[in-house]
Structures are given as structure tokens and as C-alpha cells.
């Protein structure tokens, strides 16, 4: 049985406040993509990509859409391989409307949403990769249980930077 989540979540902004300064938005629609696909996942990891658009003062990024797991992605407990299955169209498709890659997310079954070292690698791998065209991109993990309490996290990878956001209540 999967328990799909019934109720809209809430938006959530992530901010950074020093000198550098970052703003992360993430649509209820993502949030619940990520809810539900670890809902199904159970104990295992599961992910995908993120796509939305960058806003036009500083830095900001509004991520619109997480994607389920693509296709032939493989995981366990403590690991999350993502194929590329179909993402190249639907990243096409997305451009149409003005929308990009933005990043990953990935789902920690029971775990803090704290990036592990190999996640760091892997982000700045997507950073100096050239055929991502996204030299700054977003790592989102979603912690926890989908049904019981979940915690997300997001990280920006940028200028060699690991860049730790706060969530920023939007009232
Ligand atoms: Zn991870």
C-alpha cells in the first residue's frame, strides 16, 4: 500500500544571510513529488532533478517541478544511483516555458537530510560538468519519513562553495 500524501504542502524558502547571499523557493507541487516518491520508496533512497527558473535580482532560484525517479535509477538503503532515462526531453519540453535544471534531490529513508561526502562529490561533479550548464546547482534532500516527520535540506554548490541554506519562515 502506498500512502500518498493527501494535503498540499506549504512552500518552503530557504535564505542565506552573510555575504553571500541566496534565496531558494520550493513549489508545493515539488514538495509533494519528493513526499510521495519516498513514500513509495520505503527504505530505500530514491531521487531525482530539479527544474524551475532563476529569479532576476541576486541570487534566487524558484525550483518548480522534482521529477520521480527517472527510469533505470538504482538504489539501496544508504545509496542513490539516477539514470538520465527521458530527462533530456522533458528538459527540452521544459525549456519551452522558460524552465532549466536546476539541480538534484534525493531521499534519506530515516536519516538526518545532512549531504554525506559522496553527495558533495557528486554535486560539485554536476557543477564542472559542462553538459549540465548549471554552474551552481541545488541539492535537495528530503529526511526522515514522508509519513511521519520529514525535514528538507538545501545545499548550493557555487564558486567552489558548499553553501548550507536556512529555512526562512515566509510569514
Ligand atoms: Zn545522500
Known sequence: MV???AAMPEPIDFRTDDDFTASIWISPEAIGTM????????????????????GPEGW??????????????????CWFQRSSFGLADLLERRWGE??????????????????????????????????????????????G???YEWRLSATLFR???VVTMKQHSLE
Not at 527504505?43 to 527544474?51: A, S
Open 3 to 5: 500512502a500518498w500524501i
Open 35 to 54: 513526499l510521495n516518491a519516498a513514500s513509495k520508496a520505503g527504505r530505500r533512497e530514491t531521487g531525482g532533478i530539479l527544474i524551475g527558473r532563476y
Open 60 to 77: 534566487s532560484a524558484d525550483v518548480v517541478e522534482a521529477t520521480p525517479k527517472p527510469k533505470g535509477s538504482r538504489s539501496g538503503r
Open 98 to 143: 522558460g524552465l532549466h535544471y536546476l539541480g538534484e534531490w534525493h531521499f534519506h529513508p530515516g536519516n538526518a537530510p545532512t549531504p554525506s561526502n559522496p553527495d558533495i562529490r557528486a554535486m560539485r561533479r554536476v557543477a564542472s560538468d559542462e553538459a549540465y550548464r548549471c554552474p551552481a546547482p541545488i541539492l535537495v534532500i528530503l529526511g
Open 145 to 147: 519519513s514522508p509519513k
Open 159 to 161: 564558486d567552489d562553495r
